[in-house]
C-alpha cells in the first residue's frame, strides 16, 4: 500500500468560522434522509461536495450560490450526517476519523441510490461536481461509475485519502470516466499538481474525454483557499485566485456538461 499522508498537508488554512454577514440564497431540504441544501435551477446540475468542516462550515454556500448564478441547480449534501472535523483540532487523527467513512456502500448509495434518482425525478439531463478537499476524493469515486457524471472540478484535492483505503491517488484516476479538473493549492500534493500521477494518469486514459482533464496550481494559495479564505479581510493575491480559480471552473463545466 502507498505511504499514508494527511488529507489536508501543513500550513492549510483552517476553518473559516464566520462569513460576515452573508445570507444563502438556497433552501434546506430532505432528499431521504440526508439533509440538503439547494439553490439555483435548470436541467444541468451540480452535486457540491465540501471539505472536512462540513455541511455549514466557511463559503461552500456561498460559492453554492455563485454556481446557480451561472445556470446550475446546485445541490450540497450533509454527507456526514451532521457531524465534522472540530474547529482547531490537530490533523493527526483525520485520516482515521475519514476512514470511517467509505465510499462503499453508504457514500456510494447516498449519490446513485439517492441524489442521482432525485435529480432525474426533477429533469436533470447532466451532472458535474464540484468539490473541495475531501469533496474532490468524493467526486473522484463518483466519476469511477459510467453515466454518472458529465464532468468534475476539484479544488485543492485531497486525494491522498485513497490510500486510507487502501489504493492509491493514480490508481483512483486510473478508474474515471469523465473529464476533471484540478485546481490544487502551492502546498497540495505533487501528485495532484501539473506533473503528478493524477493527471498523467488522466491524461493516458483510453476514454477520449478523460483525456480532456486538466490542472492548473495555485502557487501562492494554500490549501483550503476556494471556502476558508476570509474575502472580507484576504488579500489581492488571495482575491485574484479564487476568483481565477472560480473562472476556471465554470469555463470547464460550460464546456463538458
Not at 445570507?23 to 432528499?31: A, D, H, L, M
Not at 458529465?150 to 486510473?174: G, I, M, V, Y
Amino acid at each position: 500500500m502507498a505511504t499514508e499522508k494527511a488529507c489536508c498537508p501543513a500550513g492549510s488554512l483552517p476553518a473559516l468560522q464566520t462569513v460576515s454577514d452573508y445570507q444563502p440564497r438556497g433552501k434546506e431540504i430532505k432528499v431521504h434522509d440526508l439533509d440538503v441544501y439547494i439553490v439555483g435551477s435548470g436541467n444541468k446540475a451540480i452535486l457540491a461536495a465540501y471539505d472536512i468542516y462540513g455541511f455549514r462550515a466557511g463559503r461552500t454556500r456561498a460559492v453554492c450560490d455563485q454556481l446557480a448564478d451561472q445556470g446550475y441547480l446546485v445541490v450540497l449534501a450533509d454527507y456526514f450526517r451532521g457531524t465534522a472535523w472540530e474547529l482547531g483540532k490537530s490533523f493527526d487523527t483525520l485520516g482515521d476519523w475519514l476512514r470511517t467513512m467509505p465510499y462503499e456502500p453508504g457514500l456510494k448509495e447516498d449519490v446513485h441510490g439517492k441524489l442521482l434518482p432525485y435529480l432525474r425525478e426533477r429533469g436533470v439531463t447532466s451532472v458535474a461536481m464540484v468539490g473541495f478537499c475531501w469533496g474532490a476524493w468524493l467526486a473522484f469515486n463518483v466519476a469511477a461509475t459510467k453515466g454518472a457524471l458529465s464532468c468534475a472540478a476539484s479544488f485543492h484535492p485531497s486525494l491522498t485519502l485513497a490510500r486510507r483505503f487502501n489504493t492509491s491517488e493514480e490508481e483512483l484516476a486510473k478508474c474515471v470516466t469523465c473529464p476533471q479538473l484540478l485546481l490544487p493549492a502551492g502546498n497540495d500534493a505533487e501528485e495532484v499538481r501539473e506533473d503528478g500521477v493524477v493527471i498523467r494518469a488522466l491524461q493516458s486514459s483510453d476514454d477520449e474525454r478523460v483525456r480532456q482533464s486538466r490542472v492548473h496550481s495555485f502557487p501562492d494559495m494554500v490549501h483550503g483557499y476556494a471556502i476558508r479564505a476570509n474575502i472580507d479581510v484576504a488579500s489581492e493575491a488571495v482575491k485574484r485566485d479564487i476568483a481565477a480559480s472560480f473562472n476556471m471552473a465554470v469555463a470547464f463545466l460550460k464546456e463538458h456538461m
